[in-house]
């Protein structure tokens, strides 16, 4: 019985985990899209859009952490 316990609190764990990084890869891809439509979409800066806005939103994420 220990052992279904164990593993429903792996799969509950799992799926939070997964639940914050999809919400966090979306938050990411929304500023990062505002960032270059911002820049009238100009061709190579996509990867410095999706880094800046990467830090931004997990550097909020570590600032609301206790």
């Not at 891809?29 to 939103?57: C, I, T």
């Amino acid at each position: 019985m220990a052992t279904t316990s164990k593993t429903a609190a792996s799969s509950s764990r799992e799926r939070k985990s997964k639940g914050k990084t999809e919400i966090s890869h979306e938050q990411i891809a929304a500023l990062a899209y505002m960032k270059a439509e911002a820049r009238g979409f100009a061709p190579g800066h996509e990867m410095d859009d999706w880094l800046e806005a990467e830090r931004e939103v997990n550097g909020s994420a570590s600032k609301r952490k206790p």
